[in-house]
C-alpha cells in the first residue's frame, strides 16, 4: 500500500485527506470514506475509517479519506452535515481523477454523522457504483432519498450500538427499493473498538462486488 497526503479545493476551501493506493498497477476501483461526528472528535484517523481505508487497499481498491470542514487542517467550520456533501462530491470527483483510479468505478461510504450527510442529500448518488453506511441512526435513514436510489447500499451496524439500536433498523429496511444488504455484527458497539476486522471485511466484500468488475 501507497498513502500520500493530498488537498482538494470545494466551494473555495481546501481540504486535507490521504490518498492510499494498493501496490500493482492501476486503474483501481477507488472508495472516498467520510469520518464521523466532528465536534465528537471524529477525523479522518478514526479507527473505522482507517481500518475499511487500510482494509480496501489490501484487496486492490483505492481510497481517499479526508477531513470535513473545521477538520484538523481542513478549512472552514463545522455546519452540521448542511455543507458537507459539497466536499464529499468533490472528493469523488478528484479520487476519479487520479491517473491510478478508474473513474466509473467508485464508491462511497461514511460512519456515524457522515451516514447522515451521505443520507440527506442525493446530490451525492449519481456518481458512486455502490454506498456503505457504517452505524446510521435510525433518524439518517429514516424518510432517505436513498432508500429509493438504484445505488447498491449497504447498512452495517453494531448489536450492541445503543446510538443506533439494531433491532429498530429492520423497519426502516423495509422502506428499502431496492432492498440494501444488511449486516449486523453482535459484539460490535457504536465505535466498534475490537471489532473493526469484521466491519471492514464486510464493508470491504461489499465494494469488491460491486466496483471490482470494470
Not at 500493482?24 to 469520518?35: A, Q, R, S
Not at 465528537?40 to 470542514?69: H, K, P, Q, W, Y
Amino acid at each position: 500500500m501507497r498513502q500520500s497526503a493530498v488537498s482538494f479545493i470545494a466551494k473555495g476551501l481546501t481540504f486535507e485527506g490521504i490518498i492510499a493506493l494498493p501496490d500493482g498497477e492501476g486503474p483501481f476501483p477507488g472508495v472516498v470514506m467520510c469520518h464521523p461526528h466532528p465536534l465528537m472528535g471524529g477525523n479522518m484517523d478514526n479507527n473505522v475509517v482507517v481500518a475499511v481505508t487500510f482494509g480496501l487497499a489490501d484487496a486492490g481498491i483505492a481510497s481517499l479519506r479526508f477531513n470535513f470542514r473545521g477538520v484538523g487542517n481542513s478549512q472552514g467550520e463545522h455546519a452540521k452535515g448542511e455543507k458537507e456533501h459539497q466536499e464529499a462530491l468533490v472528493a469523488m470527483d478528484f479520487l476519479g481523477a487520479l491517473p491510478d483510479v478508474d473513474d466509473d468505478r467508485i464508491g462511497l461510504g461514511g460512519y456515524s454523522f457522515s451516514t447522515r450527510v451521505i443520507c440527506a442529500h442525493k446530490q451525492l448518488y449519481k456518481k458512486p457504483k455502490a454506498i456503505a453506511l457504517v452505524a446510521p441512526s435510525i433518524e439518517a435513514i429514516t424518510g432517505s432519498p436513498l432508500q429509493n436510489d438504484k445505488t447498491p447500499r449497504l447498512i452495517i451496524t453494531g448489536g450492541r450500538d445503543r446510538l443506533v439500536a439494531a433491532d429498530s433498523v429492520d423497519e426502516q429496511l423495509g422502506k428499502f427499493d431496492p432492498p440494501a444488504d444488511y449486516h449486523v455484527v453482535p459484539a460490535a458497539d457504536h465505535f466498534w473498538v475490537g471489532q473493526e476486522r469484521e466491519m471492514a471485511e464486510t464493508v470491504v466484500d461489499f465494494f469488491l462486488r460491486h466496483l471490482a468488475t470494470p
